[in-house]
Nanobody, 119 residues
Framework: QVQLVESGGGLVQPGGSLRLSCAAS????????MYWYRQAPGQQRELVAA???????DYADSVKGRFTISRDNAKNTVYLQMNSLKPEDTAVYYC?????????????WGQGTQVTVSS
């Protein structure tokens, strides 16, 4: 079992920045692919950014050039640096850890952290 704890959310003005962190409870963190999702009120949860166990990254078109996902395996932590924030980035942001090898499939979620972009 892996527990994920997000932090770093809050209220920020348009154009501002925030850095989200997701700390994992287990030392095998490095084998997991890590994802950031977000869900705005009345909307479906959407994938924002992903980073594989090998460090490859991918982003939703809506955040490319503004958000950066990274990981520090020594600290069992994944980050989401969010710059040039827009009101439409307002959502609850969730951290997700996934691992799959043969029949061994693991999927864990954090509790979410609120990001509000407003003047």
């Amino acid at each position: 079992q892996v527990q994920l704890v997000e932090s770093g959310g809050g209220l920020v003005q348009p154009g501002g920045s925030l850095r989200l962190s997701c700390a994992a409870s287990r030392s095998l963190f490095s084998i997991y692919n890590m994802y950031w999702y977000r869900q705005a009120p009345g909307q479906q949860r959407e994938l924002v950014a992903a980073i594989t166990s090998g460090g490859s990254t991918d982003y939703a078109d809506s955040v490319k050039g503004r958000f950066t996902i990274s990981r520090d395996n020594a600290k069992n932590t994944v980050y989401l640096q969010m710059n040039s924030l827009k009101p439409e980035d307002t959502a609850v942001y969730y951290c997700n850890a996934r691992y799959s090898s043969g029949t061994d499939r693991r999927d864990y979620w954090g509790q979410g952290t609120q990001v509000t972009v407003s003047s």
